[in-house]
């Protein structure tokens, strides 16, 4: 069975504060791991997709790295306009694995 | 372009009704997702299509479920009769072979 576990649950960081989000996975071959964000009362947004260890991809402050258990979501000089849940998810066949969501919080 | 477009957003009803949600997926997509997100559980898949076709409804709950997509362009999910467990966000998404999926912003559902 596939399983997606995050941590930490809820992270609160300073406007500027750097930090990191973790996605463990275990799976059966695993044909991509995928990063999304979700705001309240919106459905998931996607950012990334990841597809072989050793592969990172950026966009603005994020940038997700992957190896052959975890993805990191790396979030350099956060803005308050980061904040959101941020979900990790893997797929084996046609169907996403989620994880239960990191919960990002940044002050200005 | 049109996003992933869900009906109703937000949904009441009480206990024993019927409940019918609806999604149209993006334009040229092949497969289509219901989802339910609750804060104990997460995101869970319930049904997926391809090509209108149900492929894997093993997620669904209970024969109260029932999903059907009769053409390319809406899909349906039914709970017929609603119970208050019931209560969730129910996502749909839809993709393009081999692409991620793009999720609707949801029907958020209140059975009382």
């Known amino acids: 069975e596939d399983q997606v576990t995050q941590s930490p649950e809820a992270l609160r960081l300073q406007e500027g504060e750097s930090s990191s989000l973790n996605c463990s996975y275990t799976v059966s071959g695993l044909r991509g791991l995928f990063w999304y964000r979700q705001d309240p009362g919106k459905g998931p947004e996607f950012l990334f997709t990841l597809y072989s260890a050793g592969e990172e991809k950026e966009k603005e402050r994020l940038k997700a790295t992957l190896t052959k258990k975890e993805s990191f979501l790396h979030i350099t000089a956060p803005k308050p306009e980061d904040s959101a849940t941020y979900l990790c998810?893997?797929?084996?066949?046609?169907?996403?694995?989620f994880g239960e969501g990191t919960q990002l919080t940044v002050n200005p | 372009d049109a996003g992933v477009i869900q009906s109703p957003r937000h949904e009441v009803t009480e206990m024993g009704q019927e409940v019918t949600l609806r999604c149209k997926p993006i334009s040229g997509h092949n497969s289509l997702f219901w989802y339910r997100q609750t804060m104990m559980r997460g995101l869970e898949l319930l049904i997926y299509f391809n090509n209108n076709v149900p492929i894997d409804d093993s997620g669904m709950p209970e024969d109260r479920f029932s999903a059907k997509m009769p053409n390319a362009s809406f899909s349906t999910l039914k709970i017929q009769p609603s119970e208050p467990r019931d209560s969730a966000v129910y996502f749909c998404?839809?993709?393009?072979?081999?692409?991620?999926?793009?999720f609707g912003d949801g029907t958020r559902l209140s059975i009382l």
């Open positions: 998810a893997v797929q084996a066949r046609a169907e996403l694995t």
């Open positions: 998404a839809s993709r393009v072979q081999d692409q991620p999926q793009h």
